[in-house]
């Protein structure tokens, strides 16, 4: 019989948490002066009283908008854009198909009706998908402020003739107004096991929320700074969660589409 090899399955997730701490640490110091620039815009926007919108075109990537979205300790502000489309709960070959094909995300956002008082958000660990590229060039062209999240390592890598790039080859990074690097490596998953060809275990996850979430943190703090506290969800699951919701819910029903 042909000798099998003996993994250490705990070596090889203490390595994976090394790598996900390594990634975040990243982020935090290296993105500092970018996330402070996205938070102040964001703070501006919620004080105005007007909304954030986020979206993340790709099958996990819708992942982000979530992650931010309507969450305990989350901002009320923020409104994610999910689209039908790309979700993978309608198909996972269907949603890769759907973030390739060019002016799908111009559609998106033309739907969204967004403008020149507007901000939006677009989160892709890639940065280069069709979806992606297109909505980032609508938005643009309707003069929303841009801030983009997504890997400047993973984009600059990856082939110009590559299945998912936008015809025009652009990266996020390269349109947005404020880009803030999410670190992610090329390929995502982090973790060579002994005997296998492929790498397991992805990063882009962990990478997009806690980017956005230090992006939640400083624009807090820069509201709080200013004598404003932001309405904040409350896990409805938390006592008084509900009754603490309540109090502002009628200020975002009808403009949040999502709510």
Same mark, same amino acid.
């Given at each position: 019989?042909?000798?099998?090899?003996?993994?250490?399955?705990?070596?090889l997730?203490?390595?994976?948490l090394?790598?996900t701490?390594?990634?975040?640490?990243?982020?935090?110091?290296?993105? #500092?002066? !970018?996330? =402070?620039?996205? +938070?102040?815009r964001?703070?501006? @926007?919620?004080?105005? /009283?007007?909304l954030?919108?986020?979206?993340?075109?790709?099958?996990?990537?819708?992942?982000?908008?979530?992650?931010?979205?309507?969450?305990?300790?989350?901002?009320?502000?923020?409104?994610?854009?999910?689209?039908?489309?790309?979700?993978?709960?309608?198909?996972?070959?269907?949603?890769?198909?759907?973030?390739?094909?060019?002016?799908?995300?111009?559609?998106v956002?033309?739907?969204?009706?967004?403008?020149?008082?507007?901000?939006?958000?677009l989160?892709?660990?890639?940065?280069?998908?069709?979806?992606?590229?297109?909505a980032?060039?609508?938005?643009k062209?309707?003069?929303?402020f841009?801030?983009?999240?997504?890997?400047r390592?993973h984009?600059? #890598?990856? !082939?110009? =003739?590559?299945? +998912?790039?936008?015809?025009?080859? @652009?990266?996020?990074? /390269?349109i947005?107004?404020v880009?803030?690097?999410c670190?992610?490596?090329i390929?995502?998953?982090?973790?060579?096991?002994?005997?296998?060809?492929?790498?397991?275990?992805a990063?882009?996850?962990?990478?997009?929320?806690?980017?956005?979430?230090?992006?939640?943190?400083?624009?807090?703090?820069k509201?709080?700074e200013?004598?404003?506290?932001?309405?904040?969800?409350?896990?409805?699951?938390?006592?008084?969660?509900?009754?603490?919701?309540?109090?502002?819910i009628?200020?975002?029903?009808?403009?949040v589409?999502?709510?």
């Amino acid at each position: 019989m042909p000798d099998h090899p003996v993994i250490d399955a705990d070596a090889l997730c203490e390595g994976y948490l090394a790598s996900t701490q390594s990634l975040m640490r990243r982020v935090l110091e290296e993105e #500092k002066a !970018s996330l =402070d620039q996205a +938070a102040a815009r964001l703070a501006g @926007q919620i004080a105005a /009283d007007r909304l954030v919108h986020i979206y993340g075109p790709g099958g996990h990537s819708n992942l982000a908008s979530q992650e931010v979205f309507f969450r305990a300790g989350g901002l009320m502000h923020i409104s994610a854009i999910l689209d039908e489309g790309t979700l993978l709960s309608n198909g996972a070959l269907r949603s890769m198909a759907i973030e390739r094909t060019p002016g799908y995300g111009k559609v998106v956002i033309a739907n969204q009706r967004l403008g020149d008082t507007d901000l939006l958000i677009l989160v892709n660990a890639y940065g280069i998908n069709a979806a992606l590229i297109d909505a980032a060039l609508e938005a643009k062209r309707r003069g929303a402020f841009l801030i983009g999240v997504s890997s400047r390592e993973h984009a600059s #890598k990856t !082939s110009q =003739d590559h299945p +998912a790039r936008h015809p025009t080859r @652009q990266n996020l990074h /390269d349109i947005v107004d404020v880009a803030i690097d999410c670190k992610v490596p090329i390929g995502d998953a982090v973790v060579k096991v002994p005997g296998m060809g492929e790498n397991i275990a992805a990063i882009s996850t962990f990478a997009n929320a806690f980017t956005l979430n230090c992006l939640v943190i400083r624009t807090v703090a820069k509201l709080v700074e200013r004598g404003i506290e932001p309405p904040v969800w409350r896990s409805g699951n938390a006592p008084g969660g509900d009754e603490a919701n309540g109090r502002f819910i009628a200020n975002f029903q009808g403009r949040v589409r999502a709510l």
